[in-house]
């Protein structure tokens, strides 16, 4: 284990802590608490949980930290309940570094059913075939692990890497690096196999490609919705869960989208931010399990108001329900 200080030791441990509880929670309203306009619709919400959980998983076998030597970013593990093994632990932790892109797949999931319910209502009837669903899952794992596929090639550490790092970690961590699980991206390599900008470069516009497609299914959503000859209470409905997607789709970007390219890039102009990065970053990273569902239970009537009952709060029924605009539009 490598100790980098306080806060990049305790913050993790306890919001996985937190999201474990959180998560199996919010899979547990919506499963019993669905009302039943809402249909298998719930099942695509609790996909999320389920990712979340995953990565949480993850988090607490592969916790992630950086480092920045030689114009070099520096992914390392400095605590797993599985340390010794360093080359199953080396690959969870690339794992971990895709859960960015599954997070993005499974949010573009949710956008492109609701694109179908406001703009092509037919499609949803079948949306949750057997078929389909396969189509949908082999769809989310090939986008999200396209990220292992380019950091197996371009930043897999071999033997003569860890040679050459090795007085460095010995200088700052007293260890070894033939003990440390880590992944790198040199951005002095000019090797096209090796050039780390090459590899982080591609890791990127994977994540990005997920955003724009996004983008561009919430401009027709938001087209469609003025245009649509329905009622002015409606129209509202329909912007304000548009608003709220757009809302959860942004928690993403701020919390592991823009950290992850901050720690991931700095390297590359020779800053040494790596305390700023175990700090404050890596902890934003670990948030987003924890912050989502918050989000989601929040956002949708049912969920909220199952919240509220239990903690004794009485609230007056809004029809903001997600559930509410998917009947509606069908009807």
């Not at 899979?27 to 979340?52: D, E, H, M, P, Q």
């Not at 371009?154 to 003569?160: K, L, R, S, V």
């Not at 390599?189 to 955003?211: D, P, Y």
């Not at 987003?288 to 029924?317: C, H, M, N, Q, W």
Request: with cysteine; hydrophobic share 50%.
């Amino acid at each position: 284990m490598i100790y980098i200080g306080l806060a990049h030791f305790y913050i993790p441990k306890i919001l996985c802590i937190f999201s474990i509880l959180i998560n199996t929670f919010f899979i547990t309203l919506a499963y019993r608490k669905s009302s039943l306009s809402i249909g298998k619709y719930k099942y695509l919400l609790i996909t999320f949980s389920l990712v979340n959980l995953f990565t949480t998983i993850l988090e607490t076998i592969a916790q992630l930290s950086t480092e920045s030597f030689q114009f070099s970013c520096i992914v390392f593990v400095s605590d797993s309940l599985i340390y010794k093994y360093r080359d199953l632990v080396q690959f969870l932790l690339a794992l971990r570094c895709s859960m960015v892109a599954y997070t993005y797949g499974v949010i573009s999931v949710h956008f492109l059913y609701r694109y179908f319910a406001i703009c092509q209502t037919h499609l949803t009837i079948s949306f949750f075939k057997p078929q389909n669903i396969l189509v949908i899952v082999c769809s989310v794992v090939l986008y999200g692990s396209t990220p292992v596929f380019i950091i197996a090639i371009w930043m897999w550490p071999d033997q003569e890497t860890r040679l050459k790092l090795n007085h460095n970690f010995l200088e700052k961590y007293i260890e070894t690096t033939e003990n440390i699980p880590f992944l790198i991206a040199d951005y002095q390599q000019t090797e096209l196999t090796k050039n780390g900008l090459i590899g982080m470069g591609l890791a990127t516009i994977v994540s990005i490609s997920s955003i724009v497609f996004d983008g561009v299914l919430a401009t027709k959503i938001h087209f469609a919705i003025k245009t649509w000859n329905m009622s002015d209470n409606l129209k509202k409905l329909h912007r304000t869960m548009l608003i709220t997607l757009i809302a959860q789709t942004s928690i993403p970007s701020i919390l592991t989208f823009f950290p992850c390219a901050i720690s991931w890039f700095y390297p590359f102009f020779n800053l040494d931010l790596s305390y700023v990065s175990n700090s404050i970053l890596m902890p934003m990273i670990s948030a987003y399990p924890v912050i989502d569902p918050i989000v989601i239970t929040f956002a949708l009537t049912d969920y909220r108001e199952a919240v509220f009952k239990i903690f004794g709060r009485k609230t007056k029924r809004i029809s903001d329900n997600l559930a509410t605009v998917l009947e509606t539009t069908q009807l």
